[in-house]
């Protein structure tokens, strides 16, 4: 993990969000946790990073997500030089 990040509150968010059992338990939490802007983010970035790994281009997923060219960029980068935490989330997610 990212030494900037890697600190005593982040692990007790990590373990937080290991401690949920279901979708309903992970709205709910994401729902207290996160502002409406900050979830439609996250799931953005998420949606990048599933149509990237299908090999589609920029401008078809900034026409399908809204993203930005440069968010787009960003989620390649962590799919290309990241840690790998896409790749371990989209093989268990069947994609």
Do not use: P, W
């Not at 996250?42 to 589609?56: G, I, N, P, T, Y």
């Amino acid at each position: 993990m990212n030494k900037k990040i890697k600190t005593e509150a982040i692990d007790h968010l990590f373990d937080a969000i290991l401690s949920l059992r279901t979708k309903e338990e992970c709205c709910s939490f994401f729902e207290d946790l996160c502002t409406v802007n900050e979830l439609l983010s996250l799931s953005q970035r998420f949606e990048v990073a599933a149509m990237l790994m299908d090999h589609k281009t920029y401008l078809e997923i900034s026409k399908k997500t809204g993203a930005s060219t440069a968010t787009i960029s960003r989620v390649n980068r962590s799919l290309n030089y990241g840690n790998e935490g896409y790749d371990i989330v989209f093989e268990r997610i069947g994609k």
